[in-house]
């Protein structure tokens, strides 16, 4: 499967934006994991869905700020982050697993990355 995300920009504090990460094949048989990677860091887990899209699991950091999503019919994962801060800043990748999965350990496909500014 091949995954394009987008979304990104540059928002001011408290903002909000809406990534979106469209695959090539039906959603229904993958699992979905949003990352993040900021300039000096390591890449982390923001937001995971199960293949059958009954589950969700967030990052710590993420304290109820972001929704995971999918829509089926689209073949797209969205991730809807609001009260964004500075320290949200970081180029954000979609990434999938093909079978039943929620939040697997690792991911086989990636999408090349959206980038997020969270800057006044």
């Known amino acids: 499967v091949q995954l394009q995300a987008s979304g990104g920009g540059l928002v001011q504090p408290g903002g909000s934006l809406k990534l979106s990460c469209v695959a090539s094949?039906?959603?229904?048989?993958?699992?979905i994991g949003w990352f993040r990677q900021a300039p000096g860091k390591e890449r982390e887990a923001v937001s995971c869905i199960s293949t059958n899209g009954d589950n969700t699991r967030y990052g710590d950091f993420v304290s109820g700020r972001f929704t995971i999503s999918r829509d089926i019919a689209k073949n797209t994962v969205y991730l809807e982050m609001n009260s964004l801060k500075p320290e949200d800043t970081a180029v954000y990748y979609c990434?999938?697993?093909?079978?039943?999965?929620?939040?697997?350990?690792?991911?086989?496909?990636w999408g090349q990355g959206t980038q997020v500014t969270v800057s006044s």
């Open positions: 990434a999938a697993r093909d079978g039943t999965w929620f939040c697997p350990d690792y991911y086989t496909y």
């Open positions: 094949k039906s959603l229904k048989y993958y699992a």
